[in-house]
């Protein structure tokens, strides 16, 4: 059964493979040229101390790079694509009715369910940790400049192991209901995105309560290090966070353009005017990275689950 | 342990997918060793009875025993003696003939890789040459060849002769014949062209949405038919005695088709023999013999 199933599979195996060999072709030589002009720029010690000269290096390196790093962003659809090629043979034999002849050689349906869905996932799992430890690499300089949540946190780490065994599940299941490939890749790959899009936009911020400071405008204090967080908000406010009644006609007498974000930092707070900000701290990057495989993951399994129970029912 | 007497036995047995029944209240009984026609319309539920009989399908009603066993609780104990070949013979379509043998070797117990090998060389297929290259008559002698390499009891083919065009389907059906004389297999199949059923089978089964209604060997089927013509009438008085399959009236003649329980003794009645393509189609309403007296028989 291991050697039917990889035999099914093997063509597409290969495609994936070779879109991985492509992607670490890309990534590799551009990664070493980033880290060494990350290290010929001194970016690394510009962050742990700032000084002179340090906010232009800063902005040359990330003007240099924003054209790769948005290409790079793309990378984030490659789960689905893995997914499909590994899980689309599957899908195959349930359309033209090949399941069939496996299923009246001298084996049980179970044996066969089993063999191919583990096979499959096990590919998933492999193909996207490659996929997910190049984009790890190739991403560190650019993860120490700023907001790891923003840009970096659906190509690295764990969820991209998460997504891919997801789209895989999804690409089963509808292959098993509908027993046309086309149409369940089609549909798997909006399902795909259509669950990203809620899951990462809507639920992500609410993994944890976001954190809340308030801290003096006064130069001599510093908040927080946002330098590093997930941002979801940041304006004035009271000593308690809430809104300043009469906030324009503080800034009248203190002389500052809220609108044009200047202002004098220490007659504002002088009025009693704080700095607010909500937010998730650097340090909550790997456990929202745990949440959201988990829930990838279990979604995969509640539709792995599914298609189980569909094909030895339903299937014949 | 006494031979088995019957292949297949089934009672009462129904599929259902959701509401809908495909299959309902069929009870018949294969004798091992018979060569078995399974007609019947389109929806009867043919391939439904197929797919219970090797455990494709789970029963909703009824039981089937094949070869001793349930087929779905069983698998292990029926499937290695059962080769099965699948309405358009499915086959992986990207694998060469070679990898096919291979995939047979790996997922059976029972495998004869040299009955397989010198058949598809009987056939002129190499194999190295890959599925989709073949025809659908060398598809599907392909398939045969995988269901005949389990060297299995009992061989059930589900419309094995549908898509072929009369010359492979010759040759297809030849080629079974040929297996079923080396001895020891019980075929089911499953057909439409009653033609074929006539050369290769020795039992038929006729299968109606309302379950089995037509079942044994078929010299005794074709035995106990008879077409009665004569004098227009109400058939009343002979189906008292007979079964009347189908009658037709034209102006002065009544035609009638009956399955006789016994001899036809009616004076007034012109008795006439029929074939089992005319009997078949007079059970599933088809029409009646045109020319209905072939021979006289004396009574």
Known sequence: MIWL????????????????????????????????????????SCLAQDTAGCPDALGAFENRFEGLLGLVTWF???????????????????????????????????????????????????????????????????????????????????????????????????????????????????????????????????????????????????????RTAWLIRQDLSDAHGNAVHNLP???????????????????????????????????????????????????????????????????S | MSPLSAAVETRSLGCRYGRFWALRDCSL??????????????????????????????????DARVLGWAPREHPL??????????QDHPLYRGFRLSEMLTLGRRLNTRWDDALARERLQRLGLPL?????????????????????????????LDEPAASLDPLARREFLGSLMEAVADGGLTVVLSSHILADLERVCDHLVLLRSGGVQLSGPIEEIVAAHRVLTGPRTDPASVARMHSVI?????????????????????????????????IVLAYLGLGMPAAPVRREVAS
């Open chain 1, 5 to 44: 199933t990889w035999r099914q599979q093997r063509t597409e195996t290969l495609i994936a493979v070779a879109l991985l060999v492509a992607l670490a072709a890309v990534l590799i030589p551009t990664g070493l040229h980033v880290a060494s002009v990350y290290d010929q720029a001194r970016i690394g």
């Open chain 2, 29 to 62: 009984s294969v004798p091992a060793g018979s060569v078995t026609a399974l007609v019947g319309p389109n929806g009867a539920g043919k391939t439904t009875l197929l797919h219970l009989l090797v455990g494709l399908c789970a029963p909703s009603a009824g």
């Open chain 1, 76 to 226: 984030t659809l490659l789960p689905g694509i893995l997914a499909i090629l590994i899980a689309a043979p599957f899908a195959i034999e349930l359309e033209q009715g090949t399941f069939r002849l496996a299923w009246t050689q001298s084996i049980t349906r179970r044996r066969w369910l089993t063999t191919k869905l583990v096979l499959i996932a096990a590919g998933a799992l492999l193909a996207a940790l490659i996929m997910s430890l190049l984009l790890t690499w190739w991403r560190t300089p650019f993860d120490q400049l700023g907001n790891r949540f923003d840009t970096g946190f659906e190509s690295e780490g764990i969820v991209p192991l998460g997504y891919t065994v997801f789209a895989a599940a999804l690409v089963i299941a509808l292959g098993a209901v509908l027993r046309r490939t086309a149409p369940a890749i089609g549909l798997a790959l909006i399902g795909f995105i259509v669950a990203r899009v809620v899951i990462g936009g809507f639920l992500r911020p609410h993994y944890l309560a976001p954190l809340s400071a308030t801290w003096s405008g006064d130069p001599a204090t510093t908040g927080p290090d946002l």
């Open chain 2, 128 to 156: 190295d040459r890959r599925v989709a290259a073949l025809s659908g008559g060398e598809q599907a002698q392909v398939a045969l060849t995988l269901a005949l390499a389990k060297r299995p009891e009992l061989l059930v």
């Open chain 1, 249 to 315: 006609s503080i800034a009248d007498a203190c002389g500052s353009d809220l609108a044009a974000k200047f202002g004098d930092a220490s007659c504002l707070a002088q009025h009693g005017v704080f700095n607010h900000a909500i937010y998730h701290p650097a340090s909550r990057f790997w456990l929202f990275q745990g949440i959201e495989a988990a829930i990838f993951l279990g979604l995969a399994l509640a539709l792995g689950a599914f298609a189980v129970w569909w094909i030895r029912d339903r299937v």
């Open chain 2, 246 to 278: 189908q009658q037709r009236h034209s102006e002065r003649q009544t035609t009638l088709l009956v399955r006789a329980n016994s001899h036809v003794y009616d004076a007034c009645w012109q008795v006439g023999e029929v074939d089992l393509e005319e």
């Open chain 2, 77 to 86: 104990l029926v499937l290695p003696r059962v080769g099965f070949v699948a």
